[in-house]
């Protein structure tokens, strides 16, 4: 599913530089691993 154009396209959007600058400028959100695709595993790795 990860691999499929649609999300592929998604995920080339919400990596780019005018996503990351509008979404990033609204309060209470953060963009930094925007269109990264991590397992849990990362992910509670990253953030505990």
């Known amino acids: 599913?990860?691999?499929?154009?649609?999300?592929e396209r998604l995920r080339e959007i919400i990596s780019g530089t005018d996503y990351?600058?509008?979404?990033?400028?609204?309060?209470?959100y953060a963009v930094a691993d925007a269109g990264s695709v991590k397992t849990?595993?990362?992910?509670?790795r990253e953030n505990s």
């Not at 849990?40 to 509670?44: A, C, L």
């Open 1 to 7: 599913m990860l691999n499929a154009k649609p999300v």
């Open 20 to 28: 990351r600058r509008a979404v990033g400028s609204l309060p209470g």
């Open 40 to 44: 849990v595993q990362k992910f509670f």
